[in-house]
């Protein structure tokens, strides 16, 4: 059974999950309102927490018919996709 209130320093956990360094992956926590604790200069992450905002993510790709939601994701789409036929002269 997996230990569900492990917590683990989180630059190890950085470095297990693929991350570039312990601040980008602070900050992806913090995004992801995944819960820090800090310990003096030692910042402690549980895996279970981690894993459940990784599986939000996927659910909410997967829930997505590729339409645009916003007006913004609506501009970038099309931004994108006139970058993607490249530049006509």
Same mark, same amino acid.
């Given at each position: 059974?997996?230990d569900?209130?492990?917590?683990?320093?989180?630059?190890?956990?950085?470095?297990?999950?693929?991350?570039?360094?312990?601040?980008?992956?602070?900050?992806?926590?913090?995004?992801?309102?995944?819960?820090?604790?800090? %310990?003096?200069?030692?910042?402690?992450?549980?895996?279970?927490?981690? %894993?459940?905002?990784? #599986?939000?993510?996927?659910?909410?790709?997967?829930? #997505? %018919?590729?339409?645009?939601?916003?007006? %913004?994701?609506?501009?970038?789409?099309?931004?994108?996709?006139?970058?993607?036929?490249?530049?006509?002269?």
């Amino acid at each position: 059974m997996k230990d569900t209130q492990r917590w683990v320093l989180l630059v190890h956990e950085a470095r297990a999950r693929g991350f570039r360094n312990a601040l980008a992956f602070r900050r992806w926590c913090r995004r992801r309102k995944v819960p820090i604790r800090a %310990d003096g200069k030692f910042q402690w992450v549980r895996p279970a927490e981690v %894993d459940a905002a990784v #599986s939000r993510l996927a659910a909410g790709a997967e829930a #997505s %018919d590729g339409t645009p939601t916003t007006a %913004d994701e609506a501009v970038a789409s099309t931004v994108a996709a006139l970058m993607a036929k490249g530049r006509v002269r």
